[in-house]
Nanobody
Framework: QVQLVESGGGLVQAGGSLRLSCAASGRTFTSYVMGWFRQAPGKEREFIAA???????YYADSVQGRFTISRDNAKATADLQMNSLKPEDTAIYYC????????????????WGQGTQVTVSS
C-alpha cells in the first residue's frame, strides 16, 4: 500500500499561481508514475498531468503551458505548479499513482490522495 497526501490548495485570484504538493509514503515511490487529476462540482474527474521515473511528462491540453508537474524522488513528493490560473480551474485536485506506463486514464491509477481544494476567483 501507498498513501498519498495533497497540500497547497487554497483561494487565489485569476491570473495567480499555486503550487500543490503530493507526499507519498513507503519505499516504492520511484516505481510509480505520478499523476494529478481534478474534479469540479458536478463533473467527472479529469486528467491534468503525469510524470514517470525519468521525469518524462504528459499534460492535458487544457493545462499545457500553464501547469508544470515535477517530482523529487529523494523526498517522495510530486508537485504541480499552476500558473495563470482561471476560474474554470476551480476544482478539487487529486494526486494519484500508477504502476503502468505514463498515461491519462484514471482507471490506470492504483492509489489516490484525499484531494485539496483550489478555488480561483475572478
Amino acid at each position: 500500500q501507498v498513501q498519498l497526501v495533497e497540500s497547497g490548495g487554497g483561494l487565489v485570484q485569476a491570473g495567480g499561481s499555486l503550487r500543490l504538493s503530493c507526499a507519498a509514503s513507503g519505499r516504492t515511490f520511484t516505481s510509480y508514475v505520478m499523476g494529478w487529476f481534478r474534479q469540479a462540482p458536478g463533473k467527472e474527474r479529469e486528467f491534468i498531468a503525469a510524470i514517470n521515473w525519468s521525469s518524462s511528462t504528459y499534460y492535458a491540453d487544457s493545462v499545457q503551458g500553464r501547469f508544470t508537474i515535477s517530482r523529487d524522488n529523494a523526498k517522495a513528493t510530486a508537485d504541480l505548479q499552476m500558473n495563470s490560473l482561471k476560474p474554470e480551474d476551480t476544482a478539487i485536485y487529486y494526486c494519484a499513482a500508477s504502476r503502468g506506463t505514463i498515461a491519462g486514464p484514471k482507471r490506470l491509477y492504483d492509489y489516490w490522495g484525499q484531494g485539496t481544494q483550489v478555488t480561483v476567483s475572478s
